[in-house]
């Protein structure tokens, strides 16, 4: 494989980092870093995670640090998982579900994006105020474009430059925007120390939970030409 797209949350488990380069990170609402904000309905008596307990929670997917990884790993520090701290679980496979399924009180709490819960205050008002944030994470960097680092140097900075330039064409802007792309930007220092900060954090929740690993993140090697 030469090229790949990573959601943050697979990047950060990925078993063999040092085989790829990052060439590009999205950028999203004007910034290439967001964080997982745990919701509940804006009436629930709730005030931190703690109080959550029995309650019934939304994940988005498994393989999403936002919408799933950041808000075990954060029961894990409460000696807890999440099949004994909440009585029900459900995956939306979406953070705009699962929002929308706090808003409608079909769950009671769940954990999704920023990016998802702005673009709610943006476009749909009344669902963003029907919620109400208990806790937000620390920054992560957004999905990332890899190439495999055995890539030849000068082929690697012309698939960065067409990245970075992807929005300078207008149909290829309007095809980010329905995307929620604003556009691909380089990859800044603060988005790589958050990311490889995560990185080693969600690995080491993960290695603990060996059946979730294998089950879950079945992600193969880049194979290096």
Same mark, same amino acid.
């Given at each position: 494989?030469?090229?790949?797209?990573?959601?943050?949350?697979?990047?950060?488990?990925?078993?063999?980092?040092?085989?790829?380069?990052?060439?590009?990170?999205? !950028?999203?609402?004007?910034?290439?870093?967001?964080?997982?904000?745990?919701?509940?309905?804006?009436?629930?008596?709730?005030? %931190?995670?703690?109080?959550?307990?029995?309650?019934?929670?939304?994940?988005?997917d498994p393989m999403s640090y936002s919408g799933y990884v950041y808000l075990a790993r954060r029961?894990?520090?409460?000696?807890?998982?999440?099949?004994?701290?909440?009585?029900?679980?459900?995956?939306?496979?979406?953070?705009?579900? +699962?929002?929308?399924?706090?808003?409608?009180?079909? /769950?009671? $709490?769940?954990?999704?994006?920023?990016? @998802?819960?702005?673009?709610?205050?943006?476009?749909? =008002?009344?669902? @963003?105020? @029907?919620?109400?944030?208990? !806790?937000?994470? =620390?920054?992560?960097? %957004?999905? =990332?474009?890899? /190439?495999?680092?055995?890539?030849?140097? !000068?082929?690697?900075?012309?698939?960065?430059?067409?990245?970075?330039?992807?929005?300078?064409? =207008?149909?290829?802007?309007?095809?980010? &925007?329905?995307?929620?792309?604003?556009?691909?930007?380089?990859? +800044?220092? !603060? $988005?790589?120390?958050?990311? %490889?900060? &995560?990185?080693?954090?969600?690995?080491?929740?993960?290695?603990?939970?060996?059946?979730?690993?294998?089950?879950?993140?079945?992600?193969?090697?880049?194979?290096?030409?």
């Amino acid at each position: 494989t030469d090229l790949a797209f990573f959601p943050a949350g697979a990047f950060g488990v990925y078993p063999s980092l040092d085989d790829m380069h990052v060439i590009a990170a999205q !950028e999203r609402m004007g910034s290439s870093l967001y964080n997982a904000v745990i919701l509940v309905h804006r009436d629930s008596p709730c005030q %931190t995670l703690s109080d959550l307990k029995g309650s019934t929670v939304a994940f988005s997917d498994p393989m999403s640090y936002s919408g799933y990884v950041y808000l075990a790993r954060r029961l894990q520090e409460l000696g807890q998982t999440p099949e004994s701290f909440f009585s029900h679980s459900v995956y939306t496979y979406g953070h705009e579900k +699962s929002l929308h399924a706090v808003a409608n009180r079909s /769950v009671q $709490c769940a954990s999704v994006s920023t990016l @998802a819960y702005n673009h709610a205050r943006q476009n749909y =008002p009344e669902v @963003a105020d @029907a919620v109400r944030i208990i !806790e937000t994470s =620390p920054a992560m960097g %957004t999905g =990332p474009v890899v /190439v495999r680092r055995s890539m030849p140097p !000068e082929e690697r900075q012309q698939l960065q430059e067409l990245f970075l330039r992807l929005h300078e064409q =207008p149909e290829l802007k309007e095809a980010l &925007k329905g995307l929620l792309i604003d556009r691909f930007v380089p990859p +800044s220092e !603060e $988005c790589q120390r958050n990311t %490889t900060f &995560k990185q080693k954090r969600l690995h080491h929740y993960l290695v603990a939970q060996p059946l979730l690993f294998k089950t879950l993140y079945k992600i193969q090697p880049l194979h290096s030409r």
